[in-house]
C-alpha cells in the first residue's frame, strides 16, 4: 500500500512525514534514513548514529540513547509490516529496481495481498493460480466449442449425402441430365468432405484440446498452493514472534527507566543492583528480538525465493498454454481452407458439364430416341 506523505512546514529540516497503510503517522530523515514514530522537534539534538546497526534487509536500527546515568537501547522499525510481509518505506522504495524491467513479469507485480468482490483477503500467489487455473478452464471450453462444431458439420454430411440420393428429377435428360446428375453426385462427394473435416478437427483440434494439461495439472497446482502458503504461515510466524519479543524489549525497558528513576530521587538502597539485574535484562530482550528478527528474514528470504521461481514458472506455463492452443486455433483454420478446397473440387465437375449443355444437342438426341416418323401429311387426291 502506497503511504501518503504529508507536508508540514514545522518539521525540522531533513525530516518528513509519512502515513502508514493503518493510518498511523511516521517521521523518515531522508538523510540519515533514521525513522520514528516520535514527532521530531526542532529542539530535539539526536547524537550520531555511529551505534546504530543496521540488520538483513533494513528491518530496524538499534540506536543507543544516553539518558541520566543509563543508556537506554530501543528499537525502531525503519519498514512497513503489511500482512506480515516487510516492504520498504516510501523514501527507499523509488530505490528498488523491477527483477525483470519492461517484460510484465509475474515475478515483479504480485507481491501485496488484494482484496477480492467479497472482501477476502487474497494474496498475490493466489492471484497467479487463479490465472492458471482459468486459463484450464478455457482451454475445456474452447474443446467443447469444437465439439459442437463436430456435431454441425456431422449433422451436415449426414443431410448432404441424404439429398444426393433423392430421386428427383431423374428423369431429366441429354446434357442437361447429365449435368443435373453429376450436381446431385456433387452432393454426395461435399457430404464425404464435410464428414473428414469432422473427423480432423476431433483429432487434431478437439482431442489435442482436452489431453492439454490432464488431471495431474491441478495436482501440480495444489503443489504450489501448498507450498507457498506453508512458508507463508512460517513466516507468519516468525513475524508473531517478532512481535512478542518487540513488546518484551518495551516492557524491560520501561522497566529500567522506572528504577533509573528512582535511583535519580534515590527511593531505594537497592535500586543501583536492580538497574544492573533491568539492565541484563534488557540487553537480553535486545538480543532475543534480534534472534527473532533473523529468523523472520530467513523466513521471509525463503519465501520470497520461492515466490520468485514458482512464478516464473507459472509464467511459462502460460506462455506454453497460449502458444499451444494458438497453434491447434491455426490447425483449424488450415483444415478449414483445405474443406473449402474440396469443396470447391466438388463443383468442378458440374461447372465443366454445364458448360457443354447444348439444347440443340439435347433435342437431337431426344428426338432420336422418341421420333414417331418423319414423313410429313401431303393433301389428298382422288
Given amino acids: 500500500m502506497p503511504s501518503e506523505e504529508i507536508k508540514s512546514l514545522s518539521l525540522p529540516v531533513g525530516w518528513k512525514c509519512y502515513r502508514s497503510p493503518e493510518g498511523q503517522k511516521y517521521y523518515v530523515n531522508i538523510s540519515t534514513k533514521e525513522t520514528t514514530w516520535e514527532r521530531p522537534s526542532r529542539s530535539t539534538t ?27 537501547t530501543f528499537l525502531c522499525f525503519i519498514s512497513l509490516q503489511i500482512n506480515c510481509v516487510t516492504f520498504p518505506v516510501p523514501a527507499s522504495a ?41 486459463g484450464k478452464q478455457m482451454q475445456k471450453e474452447m474443446a467443447e466449442f469444437i465439439r ?30 447429365e449435368a443435373w446428375a453429376q ?12 464428414l473428414k473435416f469432422s473427423s480432423k478437427l476431433q483429432s487434431e483440434v478437439e482431442k489435442p484440446l482436452l489431453t492439454f494439461r490432464g488431471d495431474n495439472f491441478k495436482k501440480d497446482m495444489k503443489k504450489y498452493d501448498h507450498h507457498i502458503a506453508d512458508l507463508r504461515k512460517q513466516q507468519v510466524s516468525r513475524y508473531a514472534a517478532v512481535e512478542k ?9 520501561k522497566d529500567l527507566e522506572v528504577k533509573t528513576q528512582q535511583l535519580e530521587i534515590k527511593l531505594s538502597n537497592k535500586t543501583e543492583e536492580d538497574i544492573k ?18 529468523l523472520y528474514n530467513q ?27 494458438q497453434q491447434l486455433l491455426r490447425q483449424y483454420t488450415t483444415l478449414r481452407h483445405e474443406t473449402d478446397m474440396f469443396n470447391q473440387s466438388t463443383l468442378e465437375p458440374v461447372d465443366q458439364l454445364l458448360q457443354s449443355v447444348d439444347p440443340a444437342k439435347d433435342r437431337e438426341l431426344w428426338v432420336k430416341e422418341h421420333k414417331t416418323g418423319d414423313l410429313r401429311p401431303v393433301d389428298m387426291d382422288i
Fill in 46 to 72: 539526536r547524537p550520531k548514529t555511529s551505534g546504530s546497526h543496521q540488520h538483513s534487509g533494513n528491518i530496524y536500527t538499534r540506536s543507543i540513547h544516553a539518558h541520566t546515568h543509563c543508556e537506554l
Fill in 94 to 134: 523509488l530505490e528498488q529496481q523491477l527483477l525483470k524491467p519492461s517484460e510484465w513479469s509475474y515475478c515483479d507485480y504480485f507481491w501485496a495481498d488484494k482484496k477480492d468482490p467479497q472482501g477476502a483477503t487474497v494474496s498475490g500467489f493466489e492471484v497467479l493460480l487463479q490465472k492458471q487455473l482459468k
Fill in 148 to 177: 459442437e462444431r463436430i456435431k454441425i458439420e456431422e449433422e451436415y454430411a449426414k443431410n448432404l449425402s441424404k439429398l444426393s440420393m433423392f430421386p428427383m428429377a431423374a428423369q431429366e435428360e441429354g446434357t442437361l441430365g
Fill in 183 to 194: 450436381l446431385k453426385k456433387s452432393l454426395a462427394d461435399e457430404a464425404e468432405v464435410h
Fill in 245 to 253: 519479543a518487540r513488546k518484551a524489549l518495551a516492557d524491560r525497558q
Fill in 277 to 294: 539485574k533491568a539492565r541484563r535484562k534488557s540487553t537480553q530482550a535486545g538480543d532475543d528480538l534480534m534472534r527473532c528478527v533473523d
Fill in 299 to 325: 523466513a521471509q528470504s525463503k519465501w520470497f525465493e520461492e515466490m520468485v521461481t514458482t512464478s516464473l514458472e507459472l509464467e511459462r506455463l502460460e506462455v506454453e498454454r497460449v502458444e499451444t492452443i
